[in-house]
């Protein structure tokens, strides 16, 4: 009797253990999907308003959402890239392939140059890493924003300079 319950036992630690595993296999598929969604849903907002940010064409200049590259999502919860347009409540950045993103900053918006932190001293052509939440117009609501000088070795960001030929 003693042996059977034995078997018992082991078959339920196993069970046990073997639903937990597949537990802990489901929650992280349904992590992998709710940032996946977050990702595809700033980036439709952001090609929806990107007429409103930037004054484009009434119908957004990439038309139709569906026809939309899947592979060509846009990253919403930071950005890097050059300063090119100072707005009230915030700034315009050209970052990589020169797609262009709205960043608002508020109160609470850390600003850092090297290691000190700064107020109001961002300007058109700084180059800046900017983190921070998406929100629902397609614009980067900025938490941190690091400010860079042009002569800082390692930057994330190097403006594309063209090498002359003789």
Known sequence: MDQEKQKNKDLLKWVIIGLAGFVIIILAFGAGVKVGVSKANYSYRWTESYHKNFAGPRGGFLGDWRRFPAGDFISGHGAFGEIIEIK?????????????????TNQETTITKGRKTIKDGLKVGDNVVIIGSPNNEGQIEAKLIRVFDRETKGLPYKPFRPIPFF
């Open 88 to 104: 009230d409540n915030g700034f315009v950045i050209k970052g990589l392939k020169n797609v262009e993103k709205v960043v608002i």
